[in-house]
């Protein structure tokens, strides 16, 4: 891409934007502070590197065989730097707890510690991450059908122990990065087929998540996703938006907002002003469900845009943690991270350029013709010049230049493997 033509069209579009009241500089601004919290399991297809891991389980499913797959810790860094180098702004990496450093070592999960982090940590800095946490309940011997939400106490101890010492990580992460690290606690506890104890095993989840929540940290934030239905648990979710909403609400802790995990007509960034009125923060899960969970990659669709301009709109930027949550394993994994990741800062672009005081202005006065028209008429306003200004002025690929070098990068690391 030309920078004078990229230079040119910002130019014209600043004024654009101008006249409708918008500051873009100050949008620019804004935008460069959007941190997104990537996931780490798309480069591996979430299989971490447990020497006693097999994906299976709890829904949770990569379809695909694109080759080129990132094989150990070393790949998935070298994959997520590379990464970084294609999109603008200072983000974040969401690890899972099955993504320790334990080298030849088996570590069950009631055994990881921070040290099984301390690479990570290290390299994080190095990079200019921060970290973000998830202990891991899925693909596991004993993840079964009931984890937190056990009856057998051996089980649930296993699991309980777990996620503490999950949480005993993510504190140490958040020390060492001096900023809070958020922990995601997603369980994939149901049934396939119809339960005679709904309540039995909430109550049960409940038990677990306040002997887990005893502990008191400074460093971290705990965060609970809810789910509609994994594969194979079809008829009930011990962990479901109404358990973790009240939960979240009475214990203040953060509901993550998965956008795969709810019925496909329903909106989530309807939710985000409505949580936030209950619960301290959100977390977000940016996904792309088709048909059902399918965790497909993010891209710049209506759900997105509409979710981020709620965010904007309810001037709540500073208490939503943003994170991707997609594995596509069909198509080549780089690409699916910065498609992903600029989809997602487009969407928080678009919002953060709306012409909001006119539009309330329009609305306060009760003129919905015009607030509806305005509405129509951003949708077409020139915010690609103002994002590839935003690219060109961060030093990365403009456009769709980006291509070309997940295609070198291909041919000369991921294509090897
Ligand atoms: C599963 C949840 C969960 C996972 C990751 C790997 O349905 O969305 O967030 O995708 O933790
Ligand atoms: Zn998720």
Request: charged content about 25%; aromatic content about 10%.
């Amino acid at each position: 891409m030309k920078k004078a033509s990229v230079e040119q069209s910002y130019a014209i579009a600043k004024e654009r934007y101008q006249s409708l009241g918008v500051d873009v500089e100050k949008v620019l601004d804004k935008l460069q502070k959007v941190a997104i919290s990537i996931h780490c399991w798309q480069a591996d297809d979430v299989t971490g590197f447990e020497n006693l891991n097999n994906l299976g389980g709890g829904g949770i499913q990569a379809t695909g065989n694109y080759p080129g797959k990132a094989r150990h810790i070393d790949e998935v860094r070298t994959d997520i730097a590379k990464v970084l180098t294609l999109v603008a702004g200072e983000h974040r990496l969401n690890l899972h707890a099955i993504y320790g450093d334990f080298g030849n070592k088996i570590v069950d999960r009631n055994e990881i510690e921070p040290a099984h982090f301390q690479s990570w940590m290290e390299w994080a800095k190095e990079k200019g991450l921060k970290l973000d946490f998830n202990s891991t309940s899925f693909g596991h011997p004993k993840s079964g059908d009931l984890t937190l939400a056990n009856p057998n106490s051996e089980i649930r101890e296993f699991w309980i122990e777990h996620t503490k010492r999950s949480r005993a990580i993510s504190e140490a992460m958040g020390k060492f990065q001096n900023d809070p690290c958020i922990m995601n606690l997603w369980v994939h506890d149901g049934s396939k087929d119809l339960t005679v104890n709904r309540y039995k095993y909430r109550q049960i989840l409940e038990q677990s998540l306040d002997e887990i929540f005893a502990t008191e940290y400074k460093n971290m934030k705990d965060c609970l996703e809810a789910k509609l239905f994994g594969i194979g648990f079809e008829s009930y979710t011990v962990g479901s938006y109404d358990f973790y909403l009240g939960y979240g609400a009475k214990k203040q802790k953060i509901v993550t907002l998965d956008t795969g995990h709810f019925h496909l007509s329903e909106s989530i960034a309807d939710k985000i002003s409505a949580l936030l009125l209950f619960t301290p923060e959100i977390m977000l899960h940016v996904s792309r469900p088709i048909r059902w969970d399918s965790d497909h990659v993010t891209i710049l669709n209506d759900d997105v845009t509409e979710l981020a301009k709620e965010i904007v709109r309810a001037d709540a930027l500073n208490r939503v943690h943003i994170g991707l949550d997609y594995f596509d394993a069909s198509i080549n994994r780089l690409g699916a991270y910065v498609i992903g990741i600029r989809a997602t800062q487009k969407a928080f672009l678009q919002a953060l350029l709306e012409p909001l005081d006119t539009l309330r202005q329009y609305e306060a006065n009760g003129q919905y013709f015009e607030r509806l028209a305005l509405l129509e008429e951003t949708k077409a306003l020139p915010w690609n010049a103002v994002w590839d200004y935003f690219c060109l002025k961060n030093n990365i690929a403009v456009g769709e230049d980006y291509i070309a070098e997940i295609q070198q990068y291909e041919k000369e690391v991921t294509s090897k493997r």
